[in-house]
């Protein structure tokens, strides 16, 4: 075989592998993503850290935390509890207080303007309908001194 037909079909090959390539590339993009189903999916987990000390010795409560399993966004209702990852929100409550308020972010719950003392805050894991699925409480001491260097 002549050098430019050799040169010829080795080109006509690499074609037929692009033209394969290509063609698969195109079915594989047109079908839906895989999701995994949620009962196989592993359990949501939340975890809470204790207040960051430099923030707590101003007044001012820092907790971070974070979830395995789950995605803490501002999404509700009943038909956003089958989204695969899971999604939720927090629910948080201080010292047995009435009311809770919702956390929808990774941003670290603040709290100012606690009185000096004790203090617990239960902080819950929701689904999307509110369904607790894991929960944790962090207790806390709120100095003397820093509602004192807060007056002027």
């Not at 975890?47 to 395995?68: D, H, K």
């Not at 203090?119 to 806390?140: G, N, Q, R, Y």
Request: glycine share 6%; hydrophobic share 45%.
């Amino acid at each position: 075989m002549p050098p430019a037909f050799r040169h010829l079909a080795v080109a006509a090959v690499g074609a037929v592998f692009c033209v394969a390539a290509w063609a698969q590339t195109a079915t594989d993009a047109s079908r839906p993503a895989p999701v995994i189903p949620l009962e196989s999916e592993a359990p949501p987990k939340l975890f809470v850290y204790p207040p960051l000390a430099a923030p707590l010795a101003r007044g001012v409560v820092v907790i971070q935390y974070r979830t395995e399993n789950t995605r803490v966004i501002p999404v509700f209702g009943k038909n956003a509890v089958n989204v695969s990852p899971r999604l939720g929100h927090l629910h948080v409550t201080v010292d047995d207080w009435p009311g809770t308020w919702g956390h929808t972010s990774g941003d670290p719950i603040i709290l100012v303007g606690l009185k000096p003392g004790m203090h617990k805050m239960l902080i819950e894991l929701a689904d999307p309908d509110h369904k607790i699925v894991a929960a944790d409480t962090v207790s806390f001491t709120v100095p003397e001194k820093a509602s004192k260097s807060h007056e002027h």
